[in-house]
Structures are given as structure tokens and as C-alpha cells.
């Protein structure tokens, strides 16, 4: 079992940074992938960023990529999301997600089906 805590968010003007942080335990972290997605009103999940366990690999949603920084830090078992130059339209609740199945170095999924665990989430509004 895999227990994931989100934090972080918040309300923040356009154009602000926020990091958001996801907290591990229950398993050995440094093994899987994790990642980032986010829901807003009335709209699906949607994929913002990943990173393989070996964090040697990211991967980002076109409409994050330049702005947002995903990263971990096995030794404190969490992952982070740095999120730059943000826009009204980054308003959602975010969720991080762990992959727990064995994966290459390099990989780490961008679809909700391949994760197994979830945290609660974290809102994040970004006011004009």
C-alpha cells in the first residue's frame, strides 16, 4: 500500500509560481514512476507531468511544458511540481500518482490508467 499526500497549493495571481509537493510512504519510493495531473470544473483528468523512478526522465503536457518542472527526491520520498508563469487556465485540483509496476529507466506513464495510487489532491487557483 502506497499513501500519497499532496500540498502546496493555493491561490496565487497569473503570472505567479507555486511548488507544489507530494509525500510517500508505504513502499519504496526510489522504484517507481510518478505523476501529475489535474482536474478542473466540469472537465476530465488530464495529464500534466511525469518522471521515471530513476528521475533521468520527464515528460510534460504540451500545455505545461516550458512552464512547469516536475522533479523528486528519493531521500525524502517526494516528488515535486514547480509550476512558473501560471495562467487562469491551471486552475484545478492537482493530484500526484504512483506507478508501482516495474518500469525501464526511462519510463513513466502519461495515462491515469497505468497508475495504481493516489493522493487526495491540492487546489491550486490562479486569479487574473
Known amino acids: 500500500q502506497v499513501q500519497l499526500v499532496e500540498s502546496g497549493g493555493g491561490l496565487v495571481q497569473a503570472g505567479g509560481s507555486l511548488r507544489l509537493s507530494c509525500a510517500a510512504s508505504?513502499?519504496?519510493?526510489?522504484?517507481?514512476?510518478m505523476g501529475w495531473f489535474r482536474q478542473a470544473p466540469g472537465k476530465e483528468r488530464e495529464f500534466v507531468a511525469a518522471?521515471?523512478?530513476?528521475?533521468?526522465?520527464?515528460y510534460y503536457a504540451d500545455s505545461v511544458k516550458g512552464r512547469f518542472t516536475i522533479s523528486r527526491e528519493n531521500a525524502k520520498n517526494t516528488v515535486y511540481l514547480q509550476m512558473n508563469s501560471l495562467k487562469r487556465e491551471d486552475t484545478a485540483v492537482y493530484y500526484c500518482?504512483?506507478?508501482?509496476?516495474?518500469?525501464?529507466?526511462?519510463?513513466?506513464?502519461?495515462?491515469?490508467?497505468?497508475?495504481?495510487?493516489w493522493g487526495q489532491g491540492t487546489q491550486v487557483t490562479v486569479s487574473s
Open positions: 518522471i521515471s523512478w530513476s528521475g533521468t526522465n520527464t
Open positions: 508505504g513502499r519504496t519510493f526510489s522504484s517507481y514512476a
Open positions: 500518482a504512483a506507478d508501482v509496476r516495474p518500469r525501464s529507466v526511462i519510463a513513466a506513464p502519461v495515462a491515469d490508467r497505468e497508475y495504481d495510487y
